[in-house]
């Protein structure tokens, strides 16, 4: 079975740059979660789905960050425009349920110049 | 606010050794605690799950305890090996967040 499947694996921008984020969960999987991890710290949740719905997104800067789940499987992460205090490790996981074990993908490792 | 911690934030242990990893979390109103292994540059590898009405679980070399109560819980891994240098980060569940702490890094000297 397939795990967790991210893109760009790395990406490096300038500035005030837009970028994007792609996720595939495992199939079958109805919540998809979008964490931040700085270097030496734990993943911080950004976004949580239930299907295609947000559910929660407290944590998620709505003034720059921006994400979608259309169709309820794959999402799109997106920041526009890029700070330097962006640059971190976005980590997308999914799980069959909100009660249930998460899985993570191997991370996109974004730097902003 | 659910605040976990782990101690102490890098270890090293020549081959052979046992290691003993601690987790604390400040809310016991938990629904389960997971340990997680990461590899410099990957994602998060599930090492093992305990649900909040258990005490321990084991998976091979691999033993983890879980007292809700005090807020504590403790990887234990046996006869440590260079290949278990890596960042083990504890994650706590509430209302289904997870919340992790910082990691402790481990490097087993061959």
């Known amino acids: 079975e397939a795990g967790v499947v991210q893109s760009p694996r790395y990406k490096i921008i300038e500035k005030k740059q837009p970028v994007a984020f792609w996720c595939n969960p495992i199939s079958g999987h109805n919540t998809l979660y979008w964490y931040l991890q700085n270097l030496g710290q734990g993943p911080e949740l950004l976004i949580r789905?239930?299907?295609?719905?947000?559910?929660?997104d407290s944590q998620l800067p709505k003034d720059r960050f921006s994400a979608e789940r259309l169709k309820g499987v794959d999402s799109t992460l997106k920041i526009q425009p890029a700070e330097l205090g962006d640059s971190a490790v976005y980590l997308c996981a999914s799980s069959l349920s909100g009660d249930n074990e998460q899985f993570f993908g191997p991370g996109t490792r974004l730097t902003v110049l | 606010k659910q605040e976990v911690t782990q101690i102490p934030a890098a270890l090293s242990v020549p081959e052979g050794e046992n290691l003993v990893l601690n987790c604390s979390f400040t809310d016991s109103a938990i629904y389960n605690l997971q340990w997680f292994r990461q590899d410099p540059g990957k994602g998060l590898t599930s090492l093992l799950l305990?649900?909040?009405?258990?005490r321990e679980q084991t998976s091979g070399r691999l033993n983890a305890s879980l007292d809700k109560s005090s807020g504590r819980s403790t990887l234990y891994i046996a006869a440590s090996q260079p290949g278990d240098s890596a960042t083990y980060l504890c994650?706590?569940?509430?209302?289904?967040?997870?919340?992790f702490g910082a990691g402790t890094t481990v490097t087993v000297r061959a």
């Open positions: 789905y239930e299907n295609e719905e947000a559910v929660d």
């Open positions: 305990i649900q909040s009405s258990q």
């Open positions: 994650a706590v569940k509430g209302d289904y967040k997870l919340s």
